[in-house]
Structures are given as structure tokens and as C-alpha cells.
Nanobody, 126 residues
């Protein structure tokens, strides 16, 4: 089991960019699908972006498509989320997740992931 730790959150103005990073320890991310989820205050956790276990396929939630980009570096054991053109509605706690058994049909399903980070807060406000 890998342990995940996110960083890079903070307070930004609408329209700004932010890059979140997730580093894995205790094992390699090879063989894991990885994803980013977020949870705003009073709302359910939602899928943001996912990266397949192999094949280099990426997936995005409708709310972030075209603005966010997920990337991974198996050598560095990291997963990043580049967030551009941030909106106030993007404000949330962002979580990194990894799962060995995650397949294409389940990559948007938080229940498919067995490893989670502690989350990092993103606030978008003027």
C-alpha cells in the first residue's frame, strides 16, 4: 500500500493557476491508476481527473475539462494536477487517490480507490 501526500494548495484569485502535487511513499505508483477528487464545503466528493494504470489515458470531470491537466511521473512517484482559469466554484479540498484495481469504467468512482492522501485546500476568491 502506498501513502499519498498532497501539496500546493492555497488562496488564489479567479482566473489564476495553481499546481497541486501528490507524492507517493512506501511503494511505487506503477500498477496504480491515480486520480484527483475534490470536496467543497457541504457537498459530496466529486471526481476531478484520473490517469489510467497504463496506456497513458486521462479522464476529466465535466466541470474542469479544458482547464485542468493531470500528469504522472512514475520515476518520481508523483501525480500532479495543473489547474488553470480557476473559478470560485473550484474551491474545495483536493484529494489524491490511487488504486490497483481501478479500470476505465471505474476511474471516476471514488470507491474504486484504496489509497488516499490527507487533502490540500484550494480557495479561489477575490
Amino acid at each position: 500500500q502506498v501513502q499519498l501526500s498532497e501539496s500546493g494548495g492555497g488562496l488564489v484569485q479567479p482566473g489564476a493557476s495553481l499546481r497541486l502535487s501528490c507524492v507517493a511513499s512506501g511503494g511505487s505508483l506503477r500498477g496504480y491508476a491515480v486520480g484527483w477528487f475534490r470536496q467543497a464545503l457541504g457537498k459530496e466528493r466529486e471526481f476531478v481527473a484520473g490517469y489510467s494504470r497504463n496506456g497513458g489515458y486521462t479522464y476529466y470531470g465535466d466541470a474542469v475539462k479544458g482547464r485542468f491537466t493531470i500528469s504522472r511521473d512514475n520515476e518520481k512517484n508523483t501525480v500532479d494536477l495543473q489547474m488553470n482559469s480557476l473559478k470560485p466554484e473550484d474551491a474545495a479540498v483536493y484529494y489524491c487517490a490511487a488504486g490497483r484495481g481501478v479500470i476505465t469504467s471505474s476511474i471516476r468512482n471514488q470507491n474504486a480507490y484504496g489509497n488516499w492522501g490527507q487533502g490540500t485546500q484550494v480557495t479561489v476568491s477575490s
